[in-house]
């Protein structure tokens, strides 16, 4: 029998799946500009595969991938906002200088289990520093559910699943029984 559960359709897209080891270990930074070829090709194995996967799902939220979830052990990730026609942002050596008290909890999907959802508390507002390949650091403020995006990858890097976000006693939920697909997180302004 064939599995066609969305965690198999994932592991045949080529995306590392919960329980291997490079998940759960801290990535290797990149020294910038000296390892600029190398971030480059990270960066487009990220699109290859976030295109891979794009035309298997949707994803109404955004979505990103860290390079771990494609077996490469480096400090670098790709996030598509949930708008079409806003920029990927690309996270090199990216780095969380503040975060706002103020969180919430929405369900979060995971590429290497993608089989359940799991609901994690965030902060809304977050300020990220990243790395160009040039060797400059940029600062950027993000909010909502891009915030939300930016941390499930940032953690991925950090050897972190969302599950270890989770608070105690709450579990993820089967796929099946999540009625928010197709949907983007509700934010009250």
Known sequence: MIDTTPSATMTGLGIVQAGADILTQPTRTFDLPADADTATGVIEDLFTAMDRIGRIH???????????????D??????????????????????????????????????????????????????????????????????????????HEIDHLDGALYTTRMRPGIDPIPVA??????????YEQ
């Open 177 to 186: 029984e999540y009625r928010l697909s197709g949907q983007n997180w509700n």
């Open 58 to 72: 949707p994803f109404a939220k955004g979505m990103g991938i860290a390079a771990p979830q494609i077996g490469i």
């Open 74 to 151: 480096r400090h670098a990730a790709v996030v598509r906002p949930a708008d079409p026609h806003a920029p990927a942002i690309i996270l090199l050596n990216p780095r969380v200088t503040a975060e706002s008290q103020e969180t919430d909890e929405q369900y979060e999907g995971c590429l290497s289990f993608f089989d359940v959802r799991g609901l994690v508390p965030r902060p809304l507002h977050i300020t990220v520093e990243t790395t160009t390949l040039t060797g400059e650091l940029v600062t950027t403020d993000y909010h909502h559910g891009l915030a939300r995006l930016l941390l």
